[in-house]
């Protein structure tokens, strides 16, 4: 059903109509949290791009002038996910196993279904359709369909090292919109791993950058979160800025 929005309805809505001191406390109170969300924003953005260079150094400069390219076909091998997938109507909000599907989320629901995948140290997660890639070393049921799921075709490529190859295939793989990806990412050229114990080093140095994202992403989330639920007592008058707090605020007579 088409939803309209009647703008002169809306016009008309009353509301709480705080005395001006209230309102500069509100709004210097509100600038301090868009602030914080904005420093948080800034940090991301910085950490994504720390990210791209180091992915651009370790797995492509670096390798590229030690080694020769190969298919990325030759380094993996798909996992079967038959009998081991659910559809997305039947996600959970808790149960024995997480849900991983194509979705940018790592864990998209739960599920007490009993056939997981148990990844022996871990696995490569790649959305056929979004092209969304993870890493994931913990048992799982895939979810959905557009899920494939890939390990290493030898003990001679680690298992987080691949993950990262992969992620940084697809991040330069153009999109095909909803087609399906994994054609054209199997044969993506990358440069030949370098030797396992350097695989190793590679992929902790980009787990720690990709943990400090995570951890980044989820405070932003939080601080977005808590602005809402701020703004919603604060305009309500269910929450006060106390008048003590208020002196030299830009606006406010106390």
Known sequence: EKMIFQTDRWLRVLM???SV???AGIAFVLDAVETAESVHEGAIVAKRRLKQALLQHLLTDKQRADGPLVELKTLMRSVSVQGRKI???EYKPTGRFPVVDQGRQKIAGYTDFP????PRPAVVVFGDHTRATKIVDFPFVAGADGVRVFEPSSDAVDHYFLGHLVSRAAEQMPSLGYARHSAELLRSVVPAPPPIDDQRHVAHALSLVNDDLALFDRQLDALHRFK???MQKLLTGELQVP???RKGMKGSTA
């Open 228 to 230: 809402r639920g701020l």
């Open 243 to 245: 008048v003590e707090g």
């Open 115 to 118: 056939n997981a995948i148990i």
């Open 21 to 23: 001191d209230d309102q």
């Open 87 to 89: 559809q997305a109507g």
């Open 16 to 18: 709480p109509l705080p």
